[in-house]
């Protein structure tokens, strides 16, 4: 079950629960699951009978323990406990390891859109400047992920609006970034939150580790590279398990590295959601870098290596992969970058 799967799952147990009339609250329109942080138990955990407990007249944990009754024996859900002041903790049956890369695979660019601002327009106003050119541009995009329609308007006007007016006013440049050409300017424009001012050097254009746009466009090309290369030896990417056999034994350190590449792309629809609600495209830079990073730590596990024949595993970690180079390039086109197959 992947997080967009779950996070449904929990909200059909919120409206169920609602039906039968345990609950008195509005429905809302998403609910957010994540990784535990550190000393919580489970796969996931949501905060959603907290935020009904206000509106429902009911303690929180009340709440918690109505909708872990519900959850218990929903398909996918292995255990549901209830922790703190009610925080609902939830284990997955492992019935589909290869889910998120299937779903990553299948929805392609559109893995992490959503229907929560569906209907809603937005206005997005800006000075005449570069910076703000780029961003609004960028959070156009995004909130175009999310359902929303958007237009930008340049200059200050004085005209009534039926949409939700977005003013961003980014600190500018400090000199003019067309020097980095492109793909490069953008980058340098978007990867720093709005109130901080970008960096306009040619560390944009390093082909090295230290610059990040390079490590995310590298990532993406990789994972082409690991595709034509897996051809060559026969096989082709089939979502499963990344784990080895007995027979086919996981190339060392392959379970780790895969979990945190699992981790990154999970974190890519919540991503989504939040930058466009904050009207912050650069959290989805951020995320890029995040994805291509563990994408980067576990390709050597992909391929077959010596006399090792392709396996069902090696399937899998293909899979993965070209779901990393999905979400790696999707996400750069977001950003009005080019995501290239060769670099």
Same mark, same amino acid.
């Given at each position: ?29 998403? %609910? ?11 796969? &996931?955990?949501?905060? %959603? ?19 872990? $009754? ?57 000075? &005449?400047?570069?910076?703000? @050119? ?17 237009? %930008? %308007? ?49 560390? =944009? ?12 466009? &590298?990532? =993406? ?85 010596? @006399? ?6 090696? $399937? ?28």
């Amino acid at each position: 079950m992947t997080p967009v799967e779950l996070s449904r799952t929990v909200l059909r147990a919120v409206r169920r629960a609602v039906d039968d009339g345990e609950l008195s609250v509005a429905v809302p329109a998403r %609910v957010v699951v994540e990784r535990p942080r550190p000393g919580g138990c489970g796969d &996931y955990s949501t905060n %959603v009978a907290l935020q009904l407990a206000g509106p429902a007249g009911r303690p929180p944990r009340h709440v918690a323990e109505l909708l872990s $009754r519900r959850l218990a024996d929903s398909p996918g859900i292995a255990g549901v406990q209830v922790t703190g002041p009610g925080f609902l903790n939830l284990t997955l049956a492992d019935d589909d390891p290869g889910a998120l890369a299937r779903e990553i695979l299948a929805r392609g660019g559109g893995y992490g859109g959503s229907d929560v601002l569906a209907g809603q327009r937005f206005e997005i106003r800006i000075p &005449y400047e570069v910076r703000a @050119e780029v961003v609004a541009d960028s959070l156009r995009r995004v909130l175009a992920t999310q359902g929303a329609l958007a237009h %930008v %308007v340049q200059g200050e006007t004085a005209e009534p609006s039926a949409a939700h007016v977005v003013r961003l006013r980014p600190v500018p440049a400090p000199r003019d970034p067309a020097v980095l050409g492109r793909d490069a300017s953008r980058w340098a424009l978007l990867l720093p939150a709005a109130h901080d001012r970008p960096r306009i050097d040619d560390e =944009h254009l390093a082909q090295r580790e230290s610059n990040p746009l390079f490590r995310v466009r &590298y990532a =993406h090309a990789r994972t082409r590279a690991l595709t034509r290369s897996a051809a060559a030896l026969g096989f082709t990417a089939e979502p499963g398990d990344v784990r080895g056999t007995a027979s086919a034994p996981a190339t060392a350190g392959a379970p780790g590295e895969a979990v945190a590449l699992h981790t990154a792309l999970s974190a890519h629809p919540r991503t989504l959601t939040l930058a466009a609600s904050h009207h912050a495209p650069d959290r989805l830079a951020r995320q890029l870098v995040v994805v291509a990073d563990a994408l980067l730590g576990f390709q050597h596990t992909v391929l077959p290596q010596g @006399e090792e024949k392709p396996s069902a595993a090696h $399937r899998a970690r293909l899979a993965l992969a070209e779901a990393a180079g999905s979400v790696l390039a999707g996400g750069l086109s977001l950003l009005g970058i080019d995501a290239p197959e060769h670099l």
